[in-house]
């Protein structure tokens, strides 16, 4: 899967990159840092969005124009989710690892580490059902 970093309101200004980049373009978004990447240089400053590349993935080329077909497939073939899903995942890594200084983890394969509920907490809850 591809994304973008879009850095300017017209629709070529943005920079292609690679699932394995996004953990880095999520941490130059939001500390504002600027680097370099597989498609380019961007300063982080400047980063509008961070959005799924769907041309790239599905192999459209770069300045087809999507349709109501095209967004029925991504749809039907629930690449539109998945895309979404791994960038809000990667955003919540990445905001995590920012806010506890743990930023040398980042694109390093690192996984956020579950909620397992306490025996209390699981009572309370209990408790709280209808």
């Known amino acids: ?13 943005y920079i292609e990159i690679e699932e394995n980049e996004l953990e880095k373009a999520f941490y130059v ?14 300063k982080g400053g400047q980063i509008l969005f961070i959005k799924p590349d769907f041309h790239r993935t599905m192999g ?24 979404q899903g791994v960038l809000e995942n990667t955003k919540e890594k990445v905001q995590y690892l920012i806010s506890t200084r743990q930023e040398n983890l980042i694109g390093t394969g690192f996984e956020l580490p579950k909620l397992n509920p306490t025996s209390e907490t699981k009572q309370l809850s209990d ?4």
């Open 1 to 13: 899967m591809y994304y973008k970093i879009i850095h300017g309101y017209n629709s070529e200004e």
């Open 29 to 42: 978004f939001l500390t504002k840092k600027d680097a370099v990447f597989s498609g380019g240089a961007v």
């Open 60 to 83: 459209w080329h770069r300045g087809y124009k999507l349709d109501d077909w095209d967004y029925a497939e991504l749809s039907d073939r629930k690449i539109d989710r998945k895309m």
């Open 127 to 130: 408790k709280m059902k209808v």
